[in-house]
């Protein structure tokens, strides 16, 4: 059981886990929790997920949702930018595998004329989640093709890196900031 445990904890938080309905309902069962007493609760709840306890449930809430919102609040404090799109899910696909989609386009068309607005010599990248490689290599193909065949691509490649990096979001807290807003904005919606 303990090593199963630790396993989970080891694994990435992902938004959707962190901020789902049960989160918010057990954070609101008791008012709020000093921050040293609710790290302890949360942490003797997750060591031991069979010592639950109103309180623990209530702390390990309350800590999830302060974690979230001290990621959002550090990003911003830094600078950071949230450039988006939501596609509905029967949204038509290119028909050739190697053209990008008009959401990767109109992103990158924001992102470049957000960097031009900046002053010096900015350069921007981008950074995906790690996909699958069948995935990844499809994506750096589509991209590759935006910004070597086609003319706004060209332009846009002035101040965008052309080639994706995709990372780990479990090893990448940069990553893992970026879930927890594309979370909030489609929740939000």
Request: charged content about 30%; glycine content about 4%.
């Amino acid at each position: 059981m303990r090593n199963r445990r630790r396993r989970e904890l080891e694994r990435e938080a992902k938004a959707q886990k962190l901020l789902d309905r049960k989160t918010f309902k057990h954070a609101a069962q008791l008012d709020a929790i000093e921050h040293v007493e609710r790290t302890r609760l949360a942490r003797e709840l997750l060591i031991d997920g069979t010592a639950v306890t109103k309180a623990r449930l209530t702390a390990l809430g309350q800590a999830k949702v302060e974690y979230c919102r001290f990621s959002l609040k550090l990003a911003r404090r830094h600078g950071a930018r949230v450039f988006a799109t939501i596609v509905p899910r029967e949204a038509p696909r290119p028909a050739r595998d190697d053209a990008l989609r008009k959401d990767y386009a109109f992103l990158f068309e924001r992102f470049y004329y957000f960097l031009n607005g900046l002053p010096g010599d900015p350069m921007g990248y981008l950074a995906f989640d790690e996909l699958d490689r069948s995935a990844a290599h499809i994506l750096l193909g589509q991209v590759k093709s935006y910004f070597v065949n086609t003319r706004n691509g060209r332009s846009r490649s002035r101040l965008i890196i052309p080639e994706p990096f995709f990372v780990h979001s479990d090893l990448t807290t940069l990553i893992q900031t970026a879930d927890i807003v594309a979370y909030v904005i489609s929740w939000g919606l």
